[in-house]
C-alpha cells in the first residue's frame, strides 16, 4: 500500500477511492463527510477570516484531513463564489456561513452588462484556486481534492435573488433562459480553470431542489444547464461528478441521473433504500447521516445509529455507496463527532461488511 496510513486503516483515501472505483476489495467504506465553514475554530479563525485568505481555507482542510482521515477534502467557491465575482454582493459574519446581501441584477435590462469572468482575476476565486493548488501540493499524494461550484441555477440565483428567480420561472420564463446561459457560460469557466491545475469540480445545485421547483421546472430551468456542466467536467477530467441536491429530490431523481452525474448526493429527507430501488443501478448514491438533528445535536449512540442504518440499506447497491452527511455540517457541530462519524464508518463500514452488526 502507499503512505499515510492510520493505525485504524491499511488503505490511503486516494487507494480507497481507486478499489472502489474498479470493484476491487478496500478495507472500510469510503466516508466524506460535508464539514464547510463549521470547522473553523479547528484553526483558531472566524469565518469572515477564513473567507478571504486561501492561506487559512488550505490550513483548515489539512487540519481536518490529518485529524480525521475522511475520503475527499476541498475548498470552494461553494454556492456563491461564481455570482460575486459578477458583481452580487455577500455578507460575511464572524461566526456564521456568508450569504447574499445584494444580488446584481436588478433588472433583466441589464443582464447584457453581466460579465463573462476571469477565474485568475475575479472576486475570490484566486483564493479559491490557490488554495486547491496549495491544498493539493499538502496532501494530494493521499487524498483526492476537489472544489464544490454552485450549479447554473443556484448560481442564477444569487444573481437575481431566489424568491424574484421563481417568480420570473412563472412570469418571464424567456428571460430566464438568458439568465442561465449568461450562469451557465460563467460556471464553465471556473469549470476550465479548474481543469487546468488538475482539480476535478463537485456541483452542489440546492435551488433546483424539488422542495422549490416542479418536476417541469427543474427539466426546464435546470436540466439542461446542469448537464452541460457534466459534459463539460467528463470532457476535461474523463469522469463524472457528484451532484448535490438538498430538499425533496425522489421525483428528480431519474433526471439528475439523466445529468449523467456519476454521484448523487442525496438529503436526510430522503430514504437510501428508495434510492437505491429508483436510481442505484445507475449512480453511485452518497448519504445522509442527519446533518442538524444527529451531527450538531446527538450523541455518539446516535451517529452510530444512523450510520449502521444509512449502510445497512445501502451495502448492496448496485453501483456502491459512499458514506456522508445529508447537507453541510451547521455552524457549532462539535468537531467531536466527525470523529465518531468516522469511528462509525470504521466500525460498521469495515469489508467485508459483518451484516450481523447492521441488523
Not at 166 to 190: A, F, G, Q, W
Not at 213 to 220: E, G, I, N, R, Y
Not at 232 to 253: D, M, N, Q, V
Amino acid at each position: 500500500m502507499g503512505q499515510a496510513k492510520t493505525r485504524f486503516e491499511e488503505m490511503t483515501p486516494k487507494e480507497r477511492f481507486e478499489a472502489f472505483l474498479t470493484g476491487k476489495d478496500m478495507d472500510r467504506i469510503l466516508c466524506c463527510p460535508i464539514i464547510g465553514e463549521a470547522a473553523v475554530s479547528m484553526i483558531g479563525t472566524t469565518v469572515a477570516k477564513f473567507c478571504h485568505s486561501s492561506d487559512l481555507m488550505a490550513e483548515m482542510e489539512i487540519t481536518l484531513y490529518k485529524t480525521f482521515h475522511h475520503d475527499s477534502v476541498g475548498v470552494g467557491p461553494d454556492l456563491f463564489g461564481i455570482a460575486e465575482a459578477m458583481g452580487t454582493q455577500l455578507e460575511y459574519p464572524e461566526h456564521d456561513v456568508p450569504y447574499v446581501s445584494v444580488p446584481i441584477l436588478r433588472d433583466y435590462k441589464d443582464l447584457d452588462k453581466l460579465p463573462l469572468i476571469n477565474p485568475q482575476k475575479d472576486g475570490r476565486l484566486p483564493l479559491f484556486l490557490e488554495a486547491v493548488k496549495r491544498l493539493d501540493h499538502a496532501v494530494g499524494k493521499e487524498v483526492g481534492v476537489g472544489s464544490s461550484v454552485g450549479g447554473p441555477l443556484t448560481t442564477a440565483a444569487a444573481l437575481r435573488g431566489t424568491e424574484e428567480l421563481l417568480k420570473d420561472m412563472i412570469l418571464c420564463p424567456e428571460e430566464v433562459h438568458r439568465l442561465m446561459e449568461v450562469s451557465t457560460e460563467n460556471v464553465l469557466k471556473y469549470i476550465d480553470a479548474l481543469s487546468e491545475i488538475g482539480i476535478k469540480p463537485s456541483i452542489p445545485e440546492p435551488i433546483a431542489s424539488g422542495t422549490l421547483l416542479s418536476q417541469k421546472q427543474f427539466k426546464a430551468f435546470a436540466f439542461p444547464y446542469l448537464k452541460r456542466c457534466v459534459d463539460r467536467i467528463i470532457e476535461r477530467f474523463g469522469s463524472a461528478p457528484t451532484l448535490h441536491i438538498c430538499g425533496s429530490t425522489k421525483r428528480l431523481w431519474q433526471d439528475m441521473a439523466d445529468t449523467g452525474a456519476r454521484t448523487l448526493s442525496l438529503d436526510n429527507l430522503e430514504d437510501l433504500e428508495n434510492a437505491k430501488k429508483e436510481v442505484g443501478h445507475r449512480v453511485i448514491l452518497m448519504g445522509n447521516v442527519k446533518p442538524m438533528e444527529t451531527m450538531k445535536y446527538g450523541t455518539r449512540e446516535d451517529i452510530f445509529n444512523e450510520v449502521k442504518e444509512c449502510i445497512r440499506k445501502t451495502y448492496d447497491s448496485p453501483k456502491g455507496y459512499i458514506l456522508s452527511t445529508g447537507c453541510q455540517l451547521p455552524m457549532g457541530t462539535p468537531m467531536e463527532n466527525v470523529s465518531y462519524l468516522m469511528e462509525a464508518a470504521r466500525t460498521f463500514g469495515s469489508y467485508p461488511f459483518d451484516l450481523g452488526k447492521l441488523i
